[in-house]
């Protein structure tokens, strides 16, 4: 048999770092609580999240459809 079957996995939560229920009867996975997966939406939502890109310079021809 498996043992590993009812074993219950915890994970930290992303937002304070306490162990995390990681089942699907924990309705906030992967976070710890309805207030710490709220923290996480509200960082999204204000873009406090975001991928490092680079922007073109400014002079650049690219993507000036006046220029083309």
Known sequence: ???KAGAVR???CPACGQDARYAADNPYRPFCSARCKGIDLGAWASEQFRMPTEAPPEDSLFGDPKAQ
Do not use: D, L, R
């Open 10 to 12: 915890t994970v930290p």
């Open 1 to 3: 048999m498996n043992s």
